[in-house]
């Protein structure tokens, strides 16, 4: 440290000046957090409810339309045969994350200047209203605006992964971006449970709901509207949610003593940024992403539009309960595999491979779903959600493996920066998936009669193709990885 610091520097002599200087200011709601953290060593349970809570708000909505979209595109009459059902759905579940797609940088920028809380709270009110008002949608258009202005205005996902950093001090870190995965993958099962078994409550719960009543009118606001209460309980809350960014200039200690003075003291060095664009193991693994989303999206849309589709045009002639039952088994089933044997597999094959075998294994499975369409009766219900648990655990693997990835690919301090844009990416062709598949299944089933992949059997047939492509895209040259120690290093 040359001449200015010759001395072993004692860090008690130096805690309080550098905690004034760097960070703790009296009326800075940030320091007031790191404060309390620094008091508390224990658990924090309530900041592990509350971002459980905040997640699950922001996923619900995600998911909740697809055991009735069919049915919803239908009552709308837009769709002149029937066939045409599937594509117009298409376009509503686009709309969504095309929103989010356009808005996740932006979002992120809003909750650096003027808060986390901010923008997390501007998400939930967003739910609240803009989930609302879809359920009492009466048209086409109003459909796709409403889940537009849902996906624009609610970017509160981004914000909520740096509020669980933020919130718990370093040891219990891990355990506030656990609670938000674990958060996440509840939303996207109980969603769709919400939608399949309280669509049309008036049909399926006549002694409940009676005819002529709001619920009759709106078949299919229940749902949302279970959820935009739920929001509006935890919007209330959030008055009592602590802010976490710092509203003082924070001093960047970046000459020669002071990044010795910071780095004897927290045991830290300081890192220069890298060009992210640039950081080919972390791009190479979210193009890989994105490909997978884009696949994992589009066969969510074809299997809830498939399943409910009437048997003359291939489908399975479900209803929105029996949809909701598939999706809910296999949600949970998923959830049981991530905590009970995922961590056992790739511990024995490491992700990258785990995640190599998981799309091989996919592809057979995704192509028998058109025959298992010829069943009837129990083991068509057994068979298919056999399949669904199967390709839910599978994709969550491969999604499991690149996260995985992109952690291992980036510095701490830019972890955030590397998130926000891959969440921009996967919003981007998670928009084009929805869309995509609805119209190719809507094709698929005018073609019955054809002699190459007649029905259903091309739409899987497409799917199976964009999997293969991502299936490729994980071995090298494409996929590049930072080796940490040569047991992470790729085959």
Same mark, same amino acid.
């Given at each position: 440290?040359?001449?200015?610091?010759?001395?072993?520097?004692?860090?008690?002599s130096?805690?309080?000046?550098?905690?004034?200087?760097?960070?703790?200011? /009296?009326?800075?709601?940030?320091?007031?957090?790191?404060?309390?953290?620094?008091?508390?060593?224990?658990?924090?349970?309530?900041?592990?409810?509350?971002?459980?809570?905040?997640?699950?708000?922001?996923?619900?909505?995600?998911?909740?339309?697809?055991?009735?979209?069919?049915?919803?595109?239908?009552d709308?009459?837009?769709?002149?045969?029937?066939?045409?059902?599937?594509?117009?759905?298409?376009?509503?579940?686009?709309?969504?994350?095309?929103?989010?797609?356009?808005?996740?940088?932006?979002?992120?920028?809003?909750?650096?200047?003027?808060?986390?809380?901010?923008?997390?709270?501007?998400?939930?009110?967003?739910?609240?209203?803009?989930?609302?008002?879809?359920?009492?949608?009466?048209?086409?258009?109003?459909?796709?605006?409403?889940?537009?202005l =849902?996906?624009?205005?609610?970017?509160s996902?981004?914000?909520?992964?740096?509020?669980?950093? /933020?919130?718990?001090?370093?040891e219990?870190?891990?355990?506030?971006?656990?609670?938000?995965?674990?958060?996440?993958?509840?939303?996207?099962?109980?969603?769709?449970?919400?939608?399949?078994? =309280?669509?049309?409550?008036?049909?399926?719960y006549?002694?409940?709901?009676?005819?002529?009543?709001?619920?009759?009118?709106?078949?299919?606001?229940?749902?949302?509207?279970?959820?935009?209460?739920?929001?509006?309980?935890?919007?209330?809350?959030?008055?009592?949610?602590?802010?976490?960014?710092?509203?003082?200039?924070?001093?960047?200690?970046?000459?020669?003593?002071? /990044?010795?003075?910071?780095?004897?003291?927290?045991?830290?060095?300081?890192?220069?940024?890298?060009?992210?664009?640039?950081?080919?193991?972390?791009?190479?693994?979210?193009?890989?992403?994105?490909?997978?989303s884009?696949?994992?999206?589009?066969?969510?849309?074809?299997?809830?539009?498939?399943?409910?589709?009437?048997?003359?045009?291939?489908?399975?002639?479900?209803?929105?309960?029996?949809?909701?039952?598939?999706?809910?088994?296999?949600?949970?089933?998923?959830?049981?595999?991530?905590?009970?044997?995922?961590?056992?597999?790739?511990?024995?094959?490491?992700?990258?491979?785990l995640?190599?075998?998981?799309?091989?294994?996919?592809?057979?499975?995704?192509?028998?779903?058109?025959?298992?369409?010829?069943l009837?009766?129990?083991?068509?219900?057994?068979?298919?959600?056999?399949?669904s648990?199967?390709?839910?655990?599978?994709?969550?693997?491969?999604?499991?493996?690149?996260?995985?990835?992109?952690?291992?690919?980036?510095?701490?301090?830019?972890?955030?920066?590397?998130?926000?844009?891959?969440?921009?990416?996967?919003?981007?062709?998670?928009?084009?998936?929805?869309?995509?598949?609805?119209?190719?299944?809507?094709?698929?089933?005018?073609?019955?009669?054809?002699?190459?992949?007649?029905?259903?059997?091309?739409?899987?047939?497409?799917?199976?193709?964009?999997?293969?492509?991502?299936?490729?895209?994980?071995?090298?040259?494409?996929?590049?990885?930072?080796?940490?120690?040569?047991?992470?290093?790729?085959?």
């Amino acid at each position: 440290m040359g001449d200015h610091c010759s001395n072993k520097i004692d860090e008690s002599s130096y805690k309080e000046p550098l905690l004034k200087n760097h960070g703790y200011h /009296e009326n800075c709601p940030g320091c007031k957090v790191e404060q309390a953290r620094q008091r508390h060593e224990g658990v924090p349970i309530k900041y592990v409810f509350s971002v459980w809570m905040l997640t699950l708000c922001t996923t619900l909505p995600i998911g909740c339309l697809f055991p009735f979209l069919y049915f919803m595109v239908r009552d709308f009459g837009i769709a002149k045969e029937e066939a045409d059902i599937s594509s117009y759905a298409g376009y509503v579940g686009s709309s969504f994350m095309f929103g989010r797609g356009l808005s996740s940088i932006p979002w992120g920028i809003i909750a650096d200047r003027y808060g986390r809380k901010y923008a997390i709270v501007t998400g939930i009110a967003t739910v609240v209203v803009f989930n609302t008002l879809f359920g009492l949608s009466t048209s086409f258009w109003m459909a796709v605006s409403t889940r537009f202005l =849902l996906g624009v205005l609610n970017g509160s996902i981004g914000p909520i992964k740096a509020y669980a950093i /933020e919130l718990f001090r370093e040891e219990h870190q891990a355990l506030g971006l656990s609670t938000v995965s674990a958060a996440w993958g509840m939303g996207l099962v109980l969603g769709p449970a919400l939608g399949g078994y =309280l669509a049309q409550p008036v049909e399926k719960y006549p002694h409940l709901f009676s005819k002529g009543s709001l619920f009759d009118k709106f078949p299919y606001f229940l749902p949302c509207l279970i959820i935009s209460i739920l929001a509006f309980a935890v919007l209330v809350a959030c008055i009592w949610l602590p802010e976490t960014l710092h509203n003082h200039k924070i001093i960047d200690v970046s000459d020669e003593d002071g /990044e010795a003075l910071n780095s004897e003291i927290t045991g830290k060095k300081v890192h220069n940024d890298e060009i992210l664009l640039l950081n080919w193991p972390l791009m190479s693994s979210i193009i890989i992403y994105c490909v997978f989303s884009l696949h994992d999206i589009a066969y969510t849309e074809v299997f809830s539009l498939w399943a409910v589709s009437p048997r003359w045009l291939g489908g399975l002639n479900f209803s929105t309960n029996g949809v909701g039952n598939v999706l809910s088994i296999s949600g949970v089933s998923m959830l049981l595999y991530q905590i009970l044997l995922y961590p056992f597999l790739e511990k024995v094959c490491g992700s990258v491979r785990l995640a190599r075998i998981s799309g091989v294994i996919s592809i057979p499975i995704l192509q028998s779903h058109p025959f298992i369409a010829l069943l009837s009766g129990f083991p068509k219900d057994l068979l298919i959600t056999f399949v669904s648990i199967l390709m839910l655990c599978l994709s969550q693997t491969i999604t499991t493996g690149l996260f995985l990835l992109q952690s291992r690919s980036v510095e701490q301090h830019q972890r955030g920066a590397a998130n926000g844009i891959a969440m921009t990416g996967m919003s981007l062709f998670k928009a084009l998936g929805p869309a995509g598949g609805g119209a190719l299944l809507s094709w698929s089933e005018k073609r019955l009669d054809a002699s190459f992949l007649p029905g259903p059997h091309m739409v899987f047939f497409v799917l199976n193709l964009v999997a293969a492509l991502g299936l490729v895209m994980m071995f090298k040259p494409f996929l590049a990885e930072k080796k940490k120690n040569p047991s992470e290093q790729l085959e």
